[in-house]
């Protein structure tokens, strides 16, 4: 903001843009389902859940671009192969 009022200098280096996708796995399938994102390229971490764990899987995707569509029902079809569910997306 303050570039675009004159203020800032030089121009700011681009920011990453990320698509953070969230997936929710049984314990014993967190390993197996991780390993899927990571060799596509995301930074993968896991959480502890209740019931489970919590895969964060980033990508360089952004909404409402086609491969986006493409990876939420990729990441779907991951959760649903390793008896959980895909829970969402954030930036």
């Known amino acids: 903001m303050h570039w675009a ?11 990453p843009r990320r698509t953070t996708y969230y997936l929710e796995v049984p ?4 390993d197996a389902c991780a390993a899927a994102p ?11 859940r209740e ?3 919590q895969i964060a899987a980033a990508f360089p ?6 491969v986006h569509q493409a990876r939420v ?13 895909f829970t969402g997306f954030g930036g």
Not at 5 to 15: F, L, S
Request: aromatic share 2%; hydrophobic share 20%; net charge negative.
């Open 61 to 66: 995707d952004l909404p409402p671009d086609p």
């Open 38 to 48: 990571t060799d596509l390229g995301a930074e993968v971490s896991r959480h502890p």
């Open 51 to 53: 019931d489970g764990r």
């Open 5 to 15: 009022m004159g203020e800032g200098g030089d121009y700011p280096e681009p920011t």
């Open 27 to 30: 314990e014993h399938e967190s």
């Open 73 to 85: 029902a990729q990441l779907t079809a991951l959760a649903h192969r390793h008896g959980g569910e």
